[in-house]
């Protein structure tokens, strides 16, 4: 090193200032094939954050590293993993669309000392899987057993469960059945469907044969839900009278613009609605529209995005740039702040999300399809958490 590099440096050292080092944040996520709306809204969040809050934290500049996963596929999610530790070097993981690629990444945190969060995977099981892993989504348990008591309420005694066999289907099957018979409904029928099935007309067929009032659903957002809804409404189900409940995964408000009246009247319970109002979703949609370059294509995944980015400052701020996992994640334990979503804050004990679950309905307004907000369940923890 020459003079002129060791001045700066010699600088430092006396002054006892820290270098402004780049902090690099790797994210994997879908952005390419079909759910690639899915992970551009990652980077929607990503970018919106950045807008509103600067892209340095305590004096670091943020450097974001992205990493395509086009469909689940674990394998690939570990390389794309490790390459990003090893390769970039990255202080920090983000993203992971679908469960099986968050939980096969988990077992590289540890010995590389790089926290998680979670943007999206949604399986109750996940945060279990390594002490590093930290989630602004949501659980399935979480969105789906609020949707128990409001099919009670609303008098419905008898309902199918069709879900994605995997993960998160499995845990909103498990959630909605257990809520639902213990108010004392009764389930005719639970349908696993394999997670790349496409063609749902088999499945309606056998909802209408169940004699069931109400179908339970739940599906991973992107392509697939569009299709199950599209075909919910061409195969009668919905004009003979069967009820749709699901998870906010089935109407994501870009496939409510292809739906169009079609999905008017169903039915959601879910952590978060673009049409939410308060200050801060404002604030949040027009700079996560404004990174779309389309409002119309924002969804869910963006304000997990966002709320990642939060946390993932806060993590910097508490170690001073310094890469140690163990004090990153220990400093957001119990964080608490207003997202655009509502209030929220990490539970200590699983690192986890507690926040508002919103009942509701996909309505028609100023001539928009919105999930309009008719009912709140507050401070909703992950029901589906166990102790390891
Ligand atoms: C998941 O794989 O955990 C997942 C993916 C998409 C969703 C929900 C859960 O909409």
């Known amino acids: 090193m020459n003079k002129l590099l060791l001045a700066p440096l010699a600088v430092a050292l006396l002054s006892g200032t820290a270098f402004a080092d780049t902090i690099k944040i790797g994210v994997v996520g879908p952005f390419s094939g079909p ?82 969060v979670v943007f999206n995977a949604a399986t109750s099981a996940i945060v279990n899987a390594s002490p590093y892993v930290v989630r602004t989504s949501f659980t399935t348990w979480q969105t789906s057993t609020p949707m128990a008591s409001v099919a009670r309420e609303r008098g419905i005694d008898k309902v199918i469960t069709v879900v994605s066999d995997y993960g998160p289907g499995i845990d909103s099957e498990n959630a909605f059945v257990a809520g639902f018979t213990g108010a004392g409904g009764e389930i005719v029928e639970s349908i696993r469907m394999p997670m790349n099935t496409n063609d749902f007309s088999p499945i309606m067929q056998r909802i209408k044969d169940s004699g069931a009032e109400a179908v339970f659903a739940f599906l991973p957002a992107g392509p697939a839900t569009l299709g199950f809804m599209q ?44 049409s939410h109002d308060s200050p801060e979703n404002h604030a949040f949609v027009a700079a996560a529209s404004k990174a779309l370059g389309s409002a119309a294509d924002l969804s869910f995944p963006a304000v997990g995005a966002f709320d990642g980015m939060y946390v993932i400052s806060r993590m910097i701020e508490a170690t001073g740039g310094q890469q140690d996992a163990a004090k990153a994640v220990e400093a957001v334990k119990g964080l608490a702040w207003t997202s655009p979503r509502g209030p929220v804050s990490i539970n200590p004990e699983n690192r986890h999300m507690t926040q508002n679950i919103y009942l509701r309905e996909v309505a028609q307004v100023d001539g928009q399809y919105i999930n309009k907000e008719i009912q709140t369940f507050e401070n909703q923890g992950d029901p589906g958490w166990k102790a390891p």
Request: zero cysteines.
């Open 35 to 116: 759910a690639a709306l899915q992970g551009r809204n990652f980077q929607a969040g990503i970018d919106a954050w950045l807008a509103l809050n600067g892209s340095q934290v305590a004096g670091h500049d943020l450097e974001i590293v992205y990493r395509d996963l086009p469909a689940a596929d674990p394998a690939q999610s570990a390389a794309l993993t490790q390459e990003l530790v090893v390769g970039e070097g990255v202080q920090y993981l983000a993203g992971y669309y679908y469960t099986p690629d968050a939980m096969a990444a988990a077992p590289i945190l540890e010995e590389a000392n790089v926290p998680m």
């Open 231 to 274: 075909s919910y409404v061409e195969n009668g189900l919905k004009s003979a009278g069967v009820a749709l409940l699901a998870p906010g995964d089935l109407t994501q408000e870009p496939d409510l613009f292809a739906l169009g009246d079609n999905a008017l009247g169903v039915l959601t319970t879910f952590h978060y609605a673009v």
